[in-house]
C-alpha cells in the first residue's frame, strides 16, 4: 500500500498466499482446506500437561538470552542420541518459530546485496526474508523429471564474488522430495569450494519415508559452514506454541542473539518448557504422527493417481503433494481458483513457490482421510477433467 506514512520498502508489498488463504477459508461453508502446512490434531496432550505444569511452578518469566539452559541441553543430547553429533550449549540459540529463526540467521551472516541461492520451487517466505536483510535471491530451478533434486552443475554455474549462503529445505516444502545423500553431498562439496554457508531448513526432518534424514550439519567438513534452522511445529504438532531453534558455530549464535535481544529478547519461556518435554517424549508422541501423515499421503497419491490430467510423484517426505495440473490448459491460479468455484476446495497454486512451481498446486495433507475422500469426489467432477 502507498502511503506517506508507510515505509516505501513496503508500497509494493505482496500478501504471501498463505495469508491469502486465510480469508478464503469463509468464502464457502462446506470448504475443504489444503492451503495451509498445520496439521489438524492437536499437540500431543503429554506435551501440554507438562508445560501446563511447568508454567504453574513459575516458568512465565523471561528465559536466558540463548533459551532456557534445560532445552538447550536437551537439544544436545537429542543431536547424539539421534545423529551422533557432539554439540555444545553454546552452539544453540532457542528461537520464537523457524520463520524467526531464518530471518534471525539472515540478518546476522549477509551484507548488503550479498546473495543467497533458493531452490525453486521454495518456501514461499524466503526470498522476501533474504530481502529484508538486505540481500539478493538468486533462484536454482529443479523439475519434476529430476525428481525436484538440486542438480549441481546448474548450482555451481549461480555462484558469483556476491554468493554468500545456499539454502537447503529437506524434506522439502512444497514438493515432498528428500535430498538423498549424493545430492547432500554434492552440495556440500560446492559449499566446501566456494568458501560458502549452507542454511539448513531443518523442519520436517521426521517426515522423510524412504531413508533417514540425513542432517546437513553431519557430513564432513560441514560443522564449521552449516547454520541448522529448526522447529517444533510439524514434528510435534506445536504450530500455534511458536518455537524453534538455530543450530550454528558459537560467533554466529552470539550474533544472533545480539539481534533478537533487540527484536523479541526471548522466546516464549512457556513455550521452550512444551519444546523440552517434546524431545524428551519423542518416542513416544512423534509415531502416531509421521504415521498418520504417511497414511494421508499414500492415500491421496492413489486417489490423483486416478484423477484425469492430473499427476504427482510418489510421496517420499514432507507433508504436501505437489500436484502437477499442466494437462488442464489452465494455470496455478487459474485452476485453484476453479477449485475453489466448483468444489469449494482451498489449495495454494505453484507459482506462490516460484516460477518452477507454475503448472502444480500445492496440497497440504493436513486434514482427515474421510475428508479427503469427500474432497477427491468433488475433483474427480470438475468441469475441466470430464471435457
Known amino acids: 500500500m502507498k502511503h506517506r506514512f508507510i515505509s516505501k520498502r513496503y508500497w509494493n508489498s505482496i500478501t504471501t498466499p498463505m495469508g491469502e488463504s486465510v480469508s478464503l477459508f469463509e468464502k464457502f461453508d462446506d470448504i475443504i482446506n489444503f492451503s495451509l502446512g498445520d496439521p489438524d490434531f492437536n499437540t500431543p496432550e503429554p506435551i501440554i500437561d507438562l508445560a501446563m505444569e511447568d508454567a504453574k511452578k513459575g516458568h512465565t518469566h523471561y528465559t536466558d538470552s540463548y533459551g532456557d539452559p534445560e532445552l538447550r541441553d536437551e537439544i544436545t543430547k537429542f543431536y547424539k542420541e539421534e545423529y551422533g553429533l557432539d554439540i555444545k550449549r553454546e552452539e544453540i540459540m532457542v528461537t520464537t518459530s523457524g520463520c524467526h529463526a531464518m530471518w534471525l540467521v539472515l540478518e546476522a551472516i549477509l551484507d548488503d546485496e550479498d546473495e543467497v541461492i533458493i531452490p525453486d520451487p521454495y518456501f514461499t517466505p524466503y526470498p522476501q526474508q533474504v530481502k529484508l536483510a538486505r540481500g539478493k535471491p538468486v533462484f536454482l530451478p529443479t523439475y519434476e523429471e529430476e525428481m525436484f533434486e538440486i542438480n549441481v552443475e ?15 529445505n529437506t524434506p522439502h516444502n512444497p514438493t515432498g522430495t528428500c535430498y538423498n545423500r549424493r545430492t547432500m553431498q554434492e552440495i556440500a562439496m560446492i559449499a566446501k569450494k566456494y ?39 510439524k514434528n510435534f504438532a506445536m504450530t500455534g506454541w511458536r518455537i524453534g531453534y538455530i543450530l550454528a558455530p558459537d560467533f554466529i549464535v552470539d550474533t544472533v542473539k545480539d539481534i533478537n535481544e533487540n527484536n523479541v529478547f526471548t522466546a516464549p519461556s512457556v513455550s521452550q518448557r512444551a519444546a523440552l518435554h517434546a524431545l524428551r517424549l519423542r518416542k513416544k508422541v512423534c509415531p502416531p504422527i509421521i504415521n498418520e501423515i ?8 492413489d486417489r490423483i493417481k486416478r484423477v484425469p490430467k492430473l499427476s504427482t510423484l510418489p510421496p517420499r517426505g514432507s507433508m504436501y503433494m505437489f500436484v502437477n495440473i499442466k494437462e488442464t490448459g489452465l494455470n496455478s491460479t487459474e485452476f485453484c481458483d476453479l477449485l475453489l468455484k466448483e ?23 493436513t486434514i482427515g482421510v474421510s475428508e479427503m475422500e469427500e474432497a477427491f469426489n468433488r475433483v474427480e467432477k470438475l468441469s475441466i477433467l470430464n471435457r
Do not use: Q
Not at 468444489?343 to 495433507?365: M, Q
Open 154 to 168: 546448474r548450482l555451481e554455474r549461480l555462484i558469483t564474488n556476491r554468493t554468500k549462503a545456499i539454502i537447503v
Open 294 to 301: 504417511k497414511n494421508r499421503m499414500m492415500y491421496a497419491y
Open 195 to 233: 568458501d560458502l554457508i549452507v542454511i539448513a531448513d531443518d523442519v520436517y526432518t521426521e517426515f522423510s519415508f524412504e531413508e533417514p534424514f540425513i542432517p546437513m550439519v553431519s557430513l564432513g567438513g560441514m560443522r564449521e559452514r552449516t547454520i541448522t534452522i529448526s522447529s517444533f511445529s
Open 343 to 365: 468444489a469449494h476446495i482451498l489449495t495454494i497454486p505453484g507459482i506462490a513457490f516460484g516460477e518452477c512451481g507454475e503448472g502444480f498446486i500445492r496440497l497440504a495433507l
